[in-house]
């Protein structure tokens, strides 16, 4: 049954999403800011929580943190000429401070390659400073057209690493290391999002790169959502801010650079993954609240007995549940559960004077509203069950997402096919076309290249527009 | 002995700060961003450990964190008229975007109130919405005229807090929680500063508070450092931004803001407090690193079995003691010792073929350096031995740096006597002055009221000024 407040899927998914962000109470409009949005406490504790699951596999893959300049010199970003092209058109200029004009203007950051650029080359001299492997979390600006909660906006948080290498193999193992067990690991394992890794076409890669990675998700519309890249960047911004190294050899020679980043919008995927027409659904491995308790009483006796209970049955979950005891006085318990459902707490707990009777409490899982996912369990070895019971939602929202993809996922072996897959979900197809062609189905079909995925056919077959005979196959989707 | 590299304390106070800085590795001059520096890796490091036990802090106390714009419309920024003042002449302006002018500009936030003084008038309804209790990890730019790394620089990084309270009391009771159990908790024993807590003066509060609190340390060339300020705005901001509420006889009501906040400055405070002529020091519990161990050997043989001893002997610091090993082949222990020191790793271990025959270590403390502090220690036992030791290295910096400060603390009767304190450190005095005469004392000695300190005497006294009688003493001194 859906919520008041919230539209359901099947109706206007555009707006089912703006409602689960408003609802959920994740973000408000800024729209004194254009196309800027406060990142409200309930959608940041995500955030925090996605960047400490992040920041943990970027350390333990050998990065550290730094943090460059929010401004950069014009005149820096104009250095390499794809990039400039990629770029300029959403940079926000400061050209006065307190009135007066400045001499040269800066941009606000809309991603560091340029101002990181210039400071890894003062900072290397030698193949002993190599590999440089650094990561920043910042914010960024970018002049968006069309923007919408956490998947677009013109201010965004995100983490933007720059690594520094001797050689072309150096920068591609650093380039897929990030992809799978930085990315992907999260991705898949935290936030219970099954991901496509592939490489990006000439005509969907970073500007600037030399190739450029990427992980796909499926949203319940059937829409890609690019949920992070990783770029090889060759010797392209070496070459135009000069970094190199004198080599084993005291030869100079120019260094290999990458860049990847996952963004705020991983907020936006992780909802329009899950949620349901009750509300937000949060995996409990990212859930900032995994389990809220909700004590019932009618009277000052019910609520001395009932507190007591949840006292002596929540001491034992520190350290190892996430939990929080709704003991607002002024509302009910429906108002409560509602609330909660909407805001996406993987389990509630209900314990009310018959609860503590029968030493039994009520248990609801968010991942399957209504009767269904609710039952009554024994108050001993509840601990125990919930952490089970936690495990079991975090697998239970993967396998539906990846079950989700995987049925609409169509192999398409010509263009009505591909049209028809790309209405539903993704079309999978041989793909031999070039730049124009991708440009000419994009126009024609609204979808464009998502990947060339890793796991691709054994035997060529015949491509979808051209029918000429390729072993490549593609992914085409709508995107985000 | 002091460092190459690195100019004596006595001989250039400010060159040795800059020196520590540069061989440290804490920041890079970001030279073509004007005032702005780079935060690389070990400095970045310090900052997040900071954060960390800022964040704990903040939370414990019932805070939230969440992110508003970076970009504040410049028509809001002059709502409240002594905030103008105090922040216009050092804003950054955003007037154009991709060179195309926009039709109201926007400032780049050089602190939060007002963008998110809006937002709290929109959502505060009821008394119910209170407090609100709400904390922010954010960039924030000002066009500063003198910049030095860490302590001024035009781009800082800083947490703000904003809270909007029903009453008076509430705000009140806030703003000095905040000071004792957020920040003063916080600096004496995690960072080992001792700080004085106080009011500002009406001249040196916060543009637009009714009250400034603040915390101030003694650096060791005797000048005051404020290291975190927490401001009761009193309705000030509420007015300005219409933040209302209805309480519960439904009348509205105009609430009680809050703001607090420390920045990347402390940075800069912790470097000046504890560190000497041989480096950075570092107090144990803010330490990204505490102990380093150094391997010592001559040939394959030796270091096998030196190898063998440090990794049976690091296994059980897992999760007890922040550690590294420096293992890197091709510098010797003489260069490995120097640099750690230089970055103030709190405990260097030493372990050579020696140590490993007399199953001992030579343990070197960076508070005491030289022979002072090394000591050799049984194998047995190590990891307990250097648990206290940190323990103890905590304690002394704290205990050292509290003598400084009480050792350059003087008691000044007359002007002769605050002058002559003022250049060596602090001055305590009976102050019955008006906003012009301390201005006055800061013209002709260089030399502000850092504090109207907690602590006040039983008996009045004269002022050192007019020779009025008065109950009130105050804390001048020179300041950063």
């Known amino acids: 049954m859906p919520k008041a407040g919230i539209t359901p899927r099947a109706q206007d998914y555009s707006q089912w999403y703006l ?3 408003r609802e959920a109470d994740l973000a408000d409009y800024a729209e004194i800011v254009r196309g800027s949005i406060v990142f409200k406490p309930t959608g940041y504790a995500i955030w925090e929580a996605i960047q400490s699951g992040l920041d943990l596999r970027i350390k333990a893959t050998g990065h550290v943190n730094a943090y460059f300049p929010l401004l950069i010199p014009k005149s820096l970003l104009l250095k390499e000429a794809e990039h400039v092209e990629g770029f300029a058109p959403e940079v926000a200029e400061v050209t006065r401070v307190s009135g007066v004009e400045l001499a040269e203007p800066y941009v606000i950051r809309p991603t560091s390659e340029t101002i990181i650029g210039y400071f890894y080359a003062k900072w290397i001299r030698s193949w002993r400073d190599l590999p440089l492997l650094i990561n920043q979390w910042a ?3 970018r002049w968006e057209m069309r923007t919408r909660p956490f998947l677009r906006t013109t201010e965004f948080l995100w983490q933007e690493g720059h690594t520094v290498h001797a050689t072309e193999e150096d920068a591609e193992r650093e380039t897929l290391l990030i992809l799978h067990d930085v990315y992907g690991d999260f991705l898949e394992n935290e936030m219970a999002i099954p991901v496509i890794k592939g490489l ?5 890669k970073f500007a600037g790169a030399l190739r450029t990675y990427a992980l796909e998700a499926m949203m319940q519309d059937g829409r890609a959502l690019q949920a992070g890249t990783s770029h090889n960047l060759g010797q392209n911004f070496a070459k ?16 290999w650079t990458t860049s990847w980043g996952v963004s705020t919008r991983l907020i936006g995927a992780l909802i329009m ?11 409990p491995r990212i859930a900032p609240t995994q389990v809220v308790v909700v004590p019932i009483y009618k009277n000052e006796a019910e609520k001395v007995s009932v507190m007591a209970t949840v006292a002596r049955l929540t001491a034992e979950w520190k350290g190892r549940i996430r939990f929080k005891v709704d003991g607002r006085d002024n509302l009910s318990p429906g108002f409560k559960f509602n609330e909660w459902e909407l805001k996406g707490i993987p389990i509630r707990v209900e314990i009310g004077p018959k609860d503590v009777a029968k030493e039994t409490v009520a248990v609801a899982r968010r991942d399957r509203p209504g009767r269904e996912g609710k039952s009554f369990i024994p108050q001993a070895g ?10 079991d939602i975090q697998q239970s929202l993967f396998t539906k997402a990846l079950k989700f993809r995987e049925e609409h996922t169509f192999f398409a072996t010509n263009l009505a096919e591909l049209q028809a897959a790309v209405e539903q979900g993704f079309a999978r197809c041989y793909w031999a076309g070039s ?3 991708e440009q000419r189905i994009q ?14 056919p054994p035997t060529p077959g015949p491509c979808v527009l051209t029918g000429q005979e390729t072993t490549q196959q593609v992914i085409f989707a709508r995107a985000y």
Chains 1, 2 share one sequence.
Do not use: C, M
């Not at 990006?200 to 969907?204: A, C, I, L, N, V």
């Not at 135009?240 to 260094?255: G, K, L, M, P, R």
């Open 382 to 391: 509840l601990t125990e069950h919930l952490i089970e019971l936690l495990a």
């Open 273 to 283: 993954v899950h949620s349901d027409d009750e509300g937000l659904v949060l995996p």
């Open 443 to 456: 126009t024609d079909f609204k979808a464009t290249i998502r990947a060339i995925p890793f796991d691709q």
């Open 240 to 255: 135009a801010f000069d970094i190199t190294f004198s080599d084993q050899n005291n030869t100079i020679q120019v260094a």
């Open 200 to 204: 990006k076409t000439e005509k969907e």
């Open 435 to 437: 730049k124009e062609d």
């Open 139 to 141: 914010n960024v600006v």
């Open 19 to 21: 409602d689960i962000v």
